[in-house]
C-alpha cells in the first residue's frame, strides 16, 4: 500500500479470478493499455492515467502507458511511422483500455481522439478492439462535466469495446493534485478506484469469452458468402 497513500487498506479487496474468469482461462495477469489525452509538461488527464495504473497493478493487471509525444496526425504518416506502429502494437497486446482525457471546447482533446482514429477497427484478420473492455475517464478545468466520456463511450462502441458501466470524471483537476503530481484524497480519487476494480473484473470476465461475445450474423453470412463464391469460381 505504499504506492497508494489515498487508500483505506480495510476497504481495498483483492480480486479473486475464479470468481470471474471463464472455464479454461489461463489466469495470466489482464492486459491493459492507457490513453491520455494532453501533452503539457503538467497534464492532469496523465496524471489521473498513472493514478489509474498504480491501481491496476495493485488489483494483478499488467499495465502498459502510451505516450503520445511524437505521434503524427491520422493520415500524417504511414502505418510503419514507429509511434504508430507502437501504438497498434499495444492495441493488439492488450485486453482492456483506459482512456483518459481532459475536456477541451467541451470535448474530447485532438490528441485523444488522434491515438483512437489511429487504432483500425481491422488490421489484417485481426480486430483490434473488438471485444476488449474498455474504461473512459476525464479530467475538468471547471465544474464537473461528462462531455468527453460521452464521446469516448461512443466511440467504444463504434470500435466494437465493451465499456464498463462506471466512469470518472474529475472536476477542477487542477485542485485535485498536489505537487508531487499524486492525487489528493477525495470522492473523486474514490470513483477512480471504483473504476479500475470494475474494469478488472469485466476484463476477467469477458476477455476468454470475446469470440462467443462478439460472433455476429452479419460476419457469418459474408464469411459464407466469400467461401462460396471462391469454391464456385468457374477457373483457378
Not at 477541451?104 to 476488449?132: E, F, N, S, Y
Not at 498536489?178 to 477512480?192: Q, T, V
Request: glycine share 6%; hydrophobic share 40%; proline share 7%.
Amino acid at each position: 500500500m505504499d504506492d497508494l497513500p489515498n487508500i483505506d487498506a480495510d476497504s481495498l479487496t483483492p480480486i479473486n479470478p475464479a470468481l470471474y474468469a471463464a472455464p479454461g482461462d489461463d489466469g495470466h495477469p489482464p492486459r491493459v493499455l492507457i490513453l491520455y489525452g494532453s501533452l503539457r509538461p503538467v497534464s492532469y488527464s496523465r496524471l489521473a492515467a498513472e493514478e489509474a495504473a498504480r491501481l491496476l497493478t495493485w488489483f494483478g493487471a499488467e499495465v502498459k502507458i502510451f505516450d503520445p509525444a511524437g505521434l503524427p496526425l491520422p493520415d500524417g504518416a504511414p502505418a510503419d511511422q514507429p509511434k504508430v506502429q507502437e501504438l497498434r502494437d499495444l492495441a493488439i497486446w492488450s485486453e482492456a483500455m483506459v482512456w483518459s482525457s481532459p475536456e477541451r471546447h467541451g470535448a474530447m482533446t485532438g490528441i485523444m481522439k488522434a491515438q483512437i482514429d489511429w487504432i483500425p477497427l481491422a488490421a489484417g484478420a485481426v480486430r483490434p478492439t473488438q471485444g476488449k473492455t474498455l474504461a473512459v475517464m476525464q479530467v475538468c478545468g471547471g465544474s464537473q462535466s461528462f462531455n468527453a466520456v460521452n464521446q469516448m463511450r461512443i466511440l467504444g462502441r463504434w470500435m466494437r469495446m465493451i465499456t464498463i458501466p462506471n466512469q470518472s470524471s474529475v472536476a477542477k483537476a487542477w485542485s485535485e493534485f498536489g505537487e508531487d503530481g499524486r492525487m489528493l484524497p477525495s470522492a473523486y480519487y474514490n470513483r477512480i478506484v471504483d473504476v479500475m476494480e470494475e474494469l478488472v473484473k469485466f476484463t476477467l470476465m469477458t476477455r476468454a469469452r470475446s469470440a462467443a461475445l462478439t460472433d455476429r450474423y452479419s460476419e457469418r453470412v459474408e464469411s459464407a458468402a466469400e467461401l462460396s463464391k471462391r469454391v464456385n469460381q468457374r477457373s483457378i
